[in-house]
C-alpha cells in the first residue's frame, strides 16, 4: 500500500470461538481497529457472547506509512478490559483491484499454534 492513498473501509462483521476470559459467563466483546495506535476505532460491546456479531463499518484515511490494520479484541469489564487476543493484517499482501479482503482473521495464541478466536473482516480500498 506504499505510496498508495484513498480510504480503507473496514467492516467487523462478527467473531467466533472467542477465548473465554470471565471467570463466570461468556465475554462481554468489543474490537478496537486502527492503523496507528493514535485513532483507534472501536465497535459496541456485545454481552455474554463469544460468537458476537457487529457488523460495524469504520473508515480510515490512509497515508503513506499504513501497511497493518489492527484488530485487538477485549472484553469489556466493570474495572476496565482484558485483552481476548489481536491480530494483525498486512494490507500490502492483499491486491485490492481483484476485489476486497474479506476473511476470517485468526487471534493467535502461543507461536500461533493455538488459536483465541477469528474475527470475520471485510476490507475495501476507495481512491
Given at each position: 500500500?506504499?505510496?498508495?492513498?484513498?480510504n480503507?473501509?473496514?467492516t467487523?462483521?462478527?467473531?467466533?470461538?472467542?477465548?473465554?476470559?470471565?471467570?463466570?459467563?461468556?465475554?462481554?466483546?468489543?474490537?478496537?481497529?486502527?492503523?496507528?495506535?493514535?485513532?483507534?476505532?472501536?465497535?459496541?460491546?456485545?454481552?455474554?457472547?463469544?460468537?458476537?456479531?457487529?457488523?460495524?463499518?469504520?473508515?480510515?484515511?490512509?497515508?503513506?506509512?499504513?501497511?497493518?490494520?489492527?484488530?485487538?479484541?477485549?472484553?469489556?469489564?466493570?474495572?476496565?478490559?482484558?485483552s481476548?487476543?489481536?491480530?494483525?493484517?498486512?494490507?500490502?499482501?492483499?491486491?485490492?483491484?481483484?476485489?476486497?479482503?474479506?476473511?476470517?482473521?485468526?487471534?493467535?495464541?502461543?507461536?500461533?499454534?493455538?488459536?483465541?478466536?477469528?474475527?470475520?473482516?471485510?476490507?475495501e480500498?476507495?481512491?
Amino acid at each position: 500500500m506504499s505510496g498508495s492513498h484513498g480510504n480503507l473501509e473496514v467492516t467487523v462483521i462478527e467473531a467466533r470461538h472467542l477465548k473465554d476470559q470471565d471467570i463466570v459467563g461468556k465475554n462481554d466483546a468489543f474490537v478496537e481497529v486502527y492503523l496507528d495506535k493514535d485513532y483507534k476505532q472501536r465497535t459496541k460491546t456485545i454481552q455474554n457472547n463469544n460468537d458476537p456479531q457487529w457488523n460495524e463499518k469504520f473508515t480510515f484515511n490512509l497515508s503513506r506509512n499504513h501497511d497493518d490494520l489492527h484488530l485487538h479484541v477485549y472484553d469489556d469489564d466493570a474495572v476496565g478490559k482484558d485483552s481476548i487476543g489481536d491480530a494483525k493484517i498486512d494490507l500490502k499482501k492483499h491486491d485490492f483491484s481483484k476485489g476486497p479482503f474479506d476473511e476470517w482473521v485468526k487471534l493467535p495464541a502461543l507461536l500461533g499454534l493455538r488459536s483465541k478466536g477469528e474475527v470475520h473482516v471485510k476490507i475495501e480500498h476507495k481512491q
